[in-house]
């Protein structure tokens, strides 16, 4: 099976765009895929409890359910470090998840080492 990259900008304020990319994610481990999800800029924002539990995109699924997939399926989330200090987003934010703080040669790296990455 192939490694998926997904990475995320599009974060609460397109809840269509954000919810399509953790659905994608969350087929691609379904189908049995390595997926690992990189989300910066305003995606930061989804790794929020808050925005876990309300946010759902037109046509593309409650977020929390697609994140509780990806969770099962052994998905990794690496947040932006530098966006999530421009946005608020801190330790506490991640606690319990399988998600770290990551800078943007963590995102070079992982593009390299998988073998297709998607853009949302």
Not at 45 to 56: F, K, S, T
Request: charged share 20%; proline share 3%; hydrophobic share 45%.
């Amino acid at each position: 099976m192939a490694k998926i990259l997904v990475h995320v900008t599009n974060g609460p304020e397109s809840p269509t765009r954000a919810a399509l990319a953790f659905l994608v994610a969350k087929s691609a481990v379904e189908e049995g895929h390595s997926v690992s999800l990189f989300l910066a800029g305003d995606a930061v924002q989804l790794i929020r409890d808050a925005v876990l539990d309300n946010l759902a995109g037109l046509g593309t699924g409650k977020l929390r359910e697609h994140f509780d997939a990806i969770v099962a399926g052994g998905g990794k989330f690496y947040i932006s470090g530098m966006s999530s200090k421009g946005r608020g987003v801190t330790d506490s934010d991640l606690s319990g998840k399988p998600a770290e703080f990551a800078l943007p040669n963590v995102l070079i790296r992982l593009s390299l080492d998988h073998d297709r990455m998607f853009t949302y």
